[in-house]
């Protein structure tokens, strides 16, 4: 077991773990952050997404040792100051989520989309979406959100 400083959602956090702990799990045993949620345990359905240096990752599959030299961001972070984001916003508007388990994961990627791509086609959505995997199937309604967001101006 060794300690570990991270930067999540701009608050650094010490936790003692082992070094391949996955992320995930330090978020939620350790640090009580539950937003971000256990899916598949293979990095193949995307529930676990997070962002390390803004680049979305699945924390299910990234050991807390790796981590520490990043910002994390979670779902609980993707707000800022109880403001949420445009994205956020027209998830809500356009009332993306059902069951809702694999939202938190999809936001994250979305996100991550908007950011490094500001007004993606419906084959880019597709494509950087194709990760997260929705078992209620509401892709048509989070492409629709990530139109909307991006005619908004993105994330912010």
């Given at each position: 077991?060794?300690?570990?400083?991270?930067?999540?959602?701009?608050q650094?956090?010490?936790?003692?773990?082992?070094?391949?702990?996955?992320?995930?799990?330090?978020?939620?045993?350790?640090?009580?952050?539950?937003?971000?949620?256990?899916?598949?345990?293979?990095?193949?359905?995307?529930?676990c997404?997070?962002?390390?240096?803004?680049?979305?990752?699945?924390?299910?599959?990234?050991?807390v040792?790796?981590?520490?030299?990043?910002?994390?961001?979670?779902?609980?972070?993707?707000?800022?100051n109880?403001?949420?984001?445009?994205?956020?916003?027209?998830?809500?508007?356009?009332?993306?989520?059902?069951?809702?388990?694999?939202?938190?994961?999809?936001?994250?990627?979305?996100?991550?989309?908007?950011?490094?791509?500001?007004k993606?086609?419906?084959?880019?959505?597709?494509s950087?979406?194709?990760?997260n995997?929705?078992?209620?199937?509401?892709?048509?309604?989070?492409?629709?959100a990530?139109?909307?967001?991006?005619?908004?101006?993105?994330?912010?």
């Amino acid at each position: 077991m060794k300690s570990y400083t991270l930067l999540i959602n701009g608050q650094k956090h010490s936790v003692i773990a082992s070094d391949d702990t996955p992320l995930l799990w330090i978020l939620r045993d350790h640090l009580g952050m539950v937003g971000t949620k256990y899916g598949c345990g293979k990095g193949i359905c995307g529930a676990c997404t997070v962002h390390l240096n803004g680049v979305a990752i699945r924390s299910c599959q990234l050991p807390v040792s790796a981590a520490t030299s990043g910002e994390i961001t979670t779902i609980e972070g993707l707000a800022k100051n109880g403001k949420l984001t445009s994205l956020q916003k027209q998830w809500i508007k356009l009332d993306v989520p059902q069951c809702g388990y694999c939202q938190s994961g999809q936001l994250m990627s979305a996100s991550a989309l908007l950011a490094r791509t500001p007004k993606p086609s419906d084959g880019e959505i597709d494509s950087v979406m194709s990760g997260n995997l929705c078992r209620c199937a509401t892709y048509t309604r989070i492409r629709q959100a990530i139109h909307a967001a991006a005619e908004e101006g993105g994330v912010a």
